[in-house]
């Protein structure tokens, strides 16, 4: 074999080692890198719509003042400003004793609450809350003050959402001197109470009175 031949196959043989040892390698790894960075870029572009209510209100709540004050806001920032709420809704969820104020889907402020007791159904044999469950609207009537004889109870800054004054949003307890039931407060945002109505703290009650506007959605679940 002539020494041009020999030289010639040598050349090659040493290509394929370069292109087999080094520079497919390299190829692989550019392609492997760039499948990274292309999970991570969708990964961070993940929306948050996936996120689950539970994550949203958990995430609400980090704001929230505790220990719980009945007397005060229920959170340590400023309450929501409606006229720049596009879709403002309220959601009581009675057994996790939290009244949220909604703006559309997403919650803007969260109120410690307590709702109606529960009491087991005669003929379902499950409990059930005093508090009616569904979609109901907020009325007209709303007032500083009432007290209901016939409980021996009353309450400060009440709005109605059904029957035009059966149901209400309104402050802890009061008695018949107008004093606060010491005993009822201390449940509020820890356990139900009530005998239908939904509790708030004397602050989260007074600003629900003075801002909620008439025919506001209110979702009540159980």
Known sequence: MTNWKKNLIYCCFCVVVLYFGAVRPLTHQASHVAKSRTSQTANEKSPRSHHSKHHQQ????QSMRRPINWKKSSETKPYPDLTKVKNFNVLVKIKKNRTYLRDGKKVIYTMYSSAGNYHRDAQTGSQTSDTPTGTFYVQAERGANFFNSSLNEGAN??????????????????????????????????????????????????????????????????
């Open 58 to 61: 958990a995430a609400a709540e």
């Open 157 to 222: 800054y009440y709005v109605s959402w059904l029957n035009h004054g059966e149901y209400l949003f309104h402050s802890v307890p009061t008695s018949a001197d107008g004093s606060y039931n010491l005993k009822e407060a201390k449940k509020l945002g820890k356990s139900t109470g009530s005998h239908g109505c939904v509790r708030l703290s004397v602050a989260d009650a007074q600003w629900m009175m003075e801002h909620l506007p008439v025919g506001t959605k209110v979702t009540i679940e159980d």
